[in-house]
């Protein structure tokens, strides 16, 4: 009966059990899916002269190296070059990207997405992660609606958005892929590599690379590599100019006007103090210890001294402590017991009246007068 009792249970927890798991399997899922980020384009390299400007919130700002950019209208000027990087987590894409002037390109920055929306000019790229695994993606659209976007090829990845129509060339002849995919409206279709796409208002062509690239300038190694010494060029002068500004406000701020003396504080002497204290070395006696005290024949040798009341006044403390040393120097040399030879004597005031002893205050209980 209670196995039947048991077994009904487990039959009405199970499917709890198994929402349960179903529940933690999707939210690995999903958590797994959100951890991916790409993040927003960063100038990595410009030509020389003006290159362009950022339209965001504010007022345009020019484009400068190492400007990071979320969102916005790039603007680059006829002849003018720049490079850009779009970095993500590990195996989640990410790659570099050059605009050619005269373009315009709109920045749309998501935490899971990144697209760059090519309005005019062109545009190439390069990245060495898939495409299913790639974060970043270029749009272009015709004055008609139509939009073309990719995601960036594992290869070099050409856009061309001019005269009306959009063009997207691919070269994948340093990476593993042969081909890339490219989204047309609502169709999807595969570009080989050395080839390129032609799409207007009507109809989109297949035609090869041929010499379009070269004429285009999409040349990304020779490009970026020109970019790059260009900007480190940049980058040196800056360098010496803010160097040279920094001595020189260094001199000027040197001037004996600017430095304040340190103030010098009283002198002060440290007091030193001096106790001076004898050492004498134990005499020990070579006799057995078990048997009985022995006295060295010296007379008086183990008597304690005496010590007057007045000595504090007259020594102070040290005459007390020096009195206190010698007493048990005598009494540790001639191996004392107790007070040592006359030492009860000194429990009373030594004086005489009529001719008898008369009996001090601290001797009343250890001594008695004696006529």
Avoid at 299 to 313: D, M, W
Wanted: with cysteine; net charge negative; glycine share 12%.
């Amino acid at each position: 009966m209670k196995s039947i009792f048991f077994a009904i249970n487990a039959y009405r927890v199970l499917p709890r059990v198994v929402n349960i798991a179903v529940s933690m399997c999707v939210a690995l899922c999903v958590s797994g899916a959100a951890l991916a980020e790409v993040r927003g384009p960063t100038v990595t390299a410009v030509s020389n002269g003006s290159v362009g400007s950022l339209q965001g919130e504010g007022p345009e700002q020019p484009v400068a190296i190492g400007e990071a950019i979320d969102f916005g209208l790039l603007k680059i000027n006829a002849g003018r070059q720049v490079m850009m990087y779009c970095g993500a987590d590990a195996g989640s894409g990410g790659g570099a990207v050059i605009v050619l002037g005269p373009a315009e390109v709109s920045v749309d920055w998501q935490p899971d997405r990144l697209t760059l929306s090519l309005n005019s000019g062109r545009m190439m790229s390069s990245a060495f992660h898939p495409q299913a695994d790639q974060l970043v993606f270029i749009r272009s659209s015709l004055p008609s609606g139509l939009t073309v976007e990719a995601a960036l090829g594992e290869g070099e990845t050409f856009f061309k958005n001019a005269d009306g129509r959009i063009e997207v060339g691919f070269d994948a002849s340093s990476a593993r892929a042969g081909s890339m995919k490219v989204r047309i409206g609502d169709v999807d279709r595969e570009l080989a590599t050395e080839k390129r796409l032609i799409v207007d208002a009507t109809d989109s062509t297949e035609a090869d690379m041929g010499t379009w690239g070269s004429e285009n300038g999409f040349e990304f190694v020779a490009v970026s590599s020109e970019l790059s010494v260009k900007s480190a060029r940049d980058a040196r002068i800056k360098v010496q100019s803010d160097l040279l500004d920094t001595v020189v406000q260094w001199d000027q701020y040197a001037q004996p006007s600017n430095i304040e003396p340190l103030p010098e504080g009283s002198e002060v002497r440290a007091e030193i103090r001096q106790n001076i204290a004898a050492a004498q070395n134990a005499v020990r006696n070579t006799t057995n210890r078990s048997g009985s005290p022995q006295t060295p024949n010296v007379q008086g040798a183990n008597e304690v001294p005496s010590l007057s009341p007045g000595a504090i006044s007259v020594g102070g403390v040290t005459a007390v402590n020096q009195n206190n040393a010698q007493a048990r120097n005598l009494l540790t040399q001639t191996q004392s017991r107790g007070l040592g030879f006359n030492g009860p004597s000194r429990l009373a005031l030594p004086g005489f009246v009529s001719g008898f002893r008369f009996i001090g205050p601290g001797g009343l209980g250890a001594q008695k007068a004696k006529r």
